[in-house]
């Protein structure tokens, strides 16, 4: 605590010790010759006046021809002790008369030499002298020159003296304002901390009758939310003192959970069966949502409802359009829904991948909205909502909606299944106010979404944009504390829930990292030495994959040493692919990819590997483990969980994640290269330190980041919300016995 007080004291000693001492460098000299000056002068008018007073008896004993009574009367004047010499000479420059004490190498001085200057100070062997001379006239003729010699000496020494006290000041006054300067940012700093913690108090301990002091009060708000979001993620808030896995989500949906159903809304289904030649085959969608959501349904099992899209998708289920999943160990139900062709079109890649996706999303593409989509979105929402209503058991199922595609859709079942537990999770962005207020049916939206009882978004960012969106469009009242929405007769719960990843198993007969490098490099045909980075993405415009080949071209004209040394593989997955949008984006990508290669590429080398066409979650992960460095560059992501895959990935603890800063992801991943990646230099020279960033340097963030990962995975994100779900069903259990209770009381008959 000292130590850091004394570190805290030198930050204000120090620079204020460097600028006096600066000063007193320049100004000691500037003051030192201000004085030599000012005694310059004072010796030229004592010089004057001596040669006055000596004139006259001069004049009279060169008259008398005495040269005794001119030595006697040199001699006396020189008694002085400032006046050290006195000499005359004639009018030819002779030296006539003189005191001993005359230096010789002075001759006979002239006042102004042949440029006219005048310097009198002589530095002789025994020190400096001011000399001047004064002509001599009688009755208006020359008679010669009297020499005047001053000792200086005593200037020298009062010039030190000036000089040591000078320095002494400077120091004596170093350190009183310095001390003055510490206790002031002492005291400063022990008020500024004083009003923290009582605004803190104020926080914890409600009735506490802290108030936020006024210079405290733009912190105040900022604290709140930051408060908030410690408390939940504390060990000790509910569910954060568990290590989360897949048994421990089975064990609380059976304790908090028993018996209930859970039914998953989604418009991506998580098992694609596709007719091939060599017949039914399975595939698994490249998605963030179906990668996280998968883990959970997994573990509670229940049914999943979802967009039916496979070309053999309908040859493969029941007639109740179900199938068993996961094909190769059955563990929960794949419902899939119907649509046709205009459906599609409207509800999908209409409204919700050409209004809301961009809309949500800041990325510079304009949303488009049509009536026509709209009404296909409208139809949709109510084809899953019955959907729902039909697969329920009971009529307080826990129902788990996912994103942007099924906004109407918890008002819709809430109005069929009112006790319904509705849990929407928005998987990407909330954009602000204003933003969003350009969508024509902004009041809709809110209203369907405010069915749910939980909502939850990625980060506290866009929770709380979205109840600042509500406030403004819509009549409600919210509990910013609480983080509610009070809406018609209904609470909605606001939350902030990270997504994330299931930690992997290892999976036996995996290379380790080691040899997944040696493979991949020889899969791709570079030597066994070669530099790699990584971006897995689907091909679209919000994942900044044009920014990031931009990075990779500055970084090769940065660092040239690096062309040939150095391939980046991009694997994009094609998605939404009929929308004009995003097939201009794909061209985008590959002209730009293919610019950057002509450009760099010598021999066989090409700087960039584009390899635009889906991979499985399998072949991910050898490329993950290869590369020195992943690049996650998305110009706004909701999450994004290739970051956290990388991490997981990368049991070896080693390789670098560059990350944007505009992802949820770099709100946990503080270890990552945080990037901007519309800063294209900023992105080069992150790929250019991640690719020379010392082994232990790397290790050290991987771990941490490693632990952060494995421990916030995705049953976590499950957990808290089915326990949240599960608090608040007991909740309404207990008011709606009270409720019945005081019914009951309220139908008694009085005694
Ligand atoms: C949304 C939000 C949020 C990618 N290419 C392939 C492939 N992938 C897998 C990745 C990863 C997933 O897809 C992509 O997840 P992201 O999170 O990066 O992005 P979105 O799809 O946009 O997801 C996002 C997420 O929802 C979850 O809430 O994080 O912010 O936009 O798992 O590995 N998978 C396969 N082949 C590929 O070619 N199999």
């Given at each position: 605590m000292r130590l850091r007080s004394v570190q805290l004291a030198m930050r204000f000693i120090v620079p204020l010790a460097v600028v006096l001492a600066l000063f007193g460098y320049f100004a000691i000299p500037w003051m030192e010759s201000f004085t030599v000056r000012w005694f310059v002068r004072d010796l030229d008018t004592r010089s004057q006046f001596v040669s006055s007073t000596l004139q006259q008896p001069l004049l009279t004993y060169l008259e008398e021809k005495s040269p005794r009574r001119i030595n006697e009367m040199f001699n006396r004047a020189i008694q002085d002790e400032r006046l050290y010499a006195l000499g005359f000479c004639d009018t030819d420059g002779k030296l006539l008369y003189k005191t001993n004490t005359y230096p010789l190498s002075l001759g006979c001085w002239q006042n102004q030499d042949s440029e006219g200057k005048t310097n009198p100070v002589v530095r002789l062997p025994q020190g400096p002298v001011h000399v001047s001379s004064k002509e001599l006239v009688q009755d208006g003729v020359g008679v010669g020159r009297l020499v005047l010699v001053h000792d200086m000496s005593f200037i020298e020494r009062r010039s030190e003296d000036t000089k040591k006290y000078i320095t002494g000041l400077f120091a004596a006054l170093a350190c009183?304002?310095?001390?003055?300067?510490?206790?002031?940012?002492?005291?400063?700093?022990?008020?500024?901390?004083?009003?923290?913690?009582?605004m803190l108090r104020g926080e914890l301990l409600p009735q506490s009758t802290h108030a936020t002091p006024p210079e405290m009060a733009p912190l105040a708000s900022d604290l709140r939310a930051l408060l908030y979001e410690y408390n939940r993620d504390q060990p000790g808030a509910a569910g954060n003192n568990q290590a989360w896995d897949a048994d421990t989500l089975k064990s609380l949906l059976r304790r908090e959970l028993a018996g209930d159903e859970i039914l998953v809304v989604s418009n991506r289904e998580p098992y694609i069966h596709v007719a091939t030649p060599e017949g039914v085959q399975v595939q698994r969608p490249a998605s963030g949502l179906v990668t996280a959501v998968e883990a959970v349904m997994r573990a509670c099992s229940g049914t999943w409802i979802a967009h039916g899209a496979g070309s053999a998708d309908r040859a493969t289920v029941d007639r109740n359009d179900h199938v068993p999943v996961p094909p190769e160990n059955p563990s929960y139900t794949l419902r899939r829904v119907w649509l046709s062709k205009e459906e599609e079109q409207g509800y999908y890649y209409g409204f919700a991948n050409e209004g809301l996706w961009p809309l949500c999303h800041i990325a510079h593409v304009r949303p488009v909205f049509r009536s026509s989509d709209w009404e296909e979105y409208v139809k949709v929402n109510q084809r899953f909502a019955d959907a729902v209503i039909r697969e329920a058991r009971s009529d307080n199922p826990v129902v788990l909606i996912q994103d942007y595609h099924f906004a109407l859709l918890p008002r819709m079942v809430r109005a069929v299944l009112p006790k319904a537990t509705i849990i929407t999770f928005w998987h990407i962005p909330w954009p602000n106010p204003e933003s969003f207020g350009i969508c024509p049916w902004r009041e809709e939206i809110l209203d369907g979404m405010l069915g749910s009882t939980i909502l939850g978004f990625h980060t506290p960012f866009h929770r709380k944009n979205f109840l600042d969106t509500v406030d403004r469009y819509l009549e409600t009242r919210i509990e910013t504390e609480a983080s509610t929405v009070s809406y018609g007769n209904q609470l909605t719960q606001v939350e902030h829930y990270p997504i994330s990843i299931a930690w992997p198993e290892p999976v036996p007969g995996e290379p380790d990292a080691a040899a997944s490098h040696a493979q991949v490099r020889h899969a791709l045909g570079l030597p066994a030495d070669h530099l790699l980075g990584i971006g897995v993405d689907r091909l679209d415009y919000t994942k900044g994959i044009v920014e990031r080949f931009q990075a990779v071209e500055r970084m090769l004209e940065l660092h040239p040493h690096m062309v040939g040394r150095f391939t980046f593989v991009q694997i994009a997955a094609p998605t939404?692919?009929?929308?004009?949008?995003?097939?201009?984006?794909?061209?985008?990508?590959?002209?730009?990819?293919?610019?950057?290669?002509q450009r760099f590429s010598r021999d066989s080398y090409v700087p960039i590997i584009l390899k635009a066409e889906h991979h499985g979650q399998d072949q991910l992960r050898p490329y993950f483990r290869a590369a020195q460095v992943c690049s996650v560059t998305s110009l706004h992501d909701g999450m994004n969980l290739v970051a956290k895959e990388f991490i997981a990935a990368r049991d070896d603890e080693q390789g670098v994640l560059v990350l944007s800063q505009f992802t949820g992801a770099a709100r946990e991943l503080h270890e990552a290269l945080i990037v901007n990646p519309y800063h294209i230099e900023q992105g080069a020279e992150a790929l250019y330190r991640a690719l020379t960033m010392p082994a232990d340097e790397q290790g050290e963030r991987m771990r941490s980041m490693r632990r952060r990962v494995r421990d916030f995975n995705v049953y976590r994100w499950a957990g808290r919300m089915l326990m949240d779900a599960a608090r608040l069903r007991q909740r309404e259990r207990v008011m709606s016995r009270i409720g019945s209770l005081s019914q009951e009381k309220f139908k008694r008959p009085a005694p």
């Open positions: 009183i304002i310095s001390l003055i300067t510490v206790l002031v940012a002492q005291l400063s700093w022990r008020g500024w901390v004083n009003g923290v913690r009582d939404r692919s009929s929308l004009d949008e995003y097939q201009n984006f794909e061209a985008r990508v590959r002209g730009l990819a293919q610019r950057i290669n």
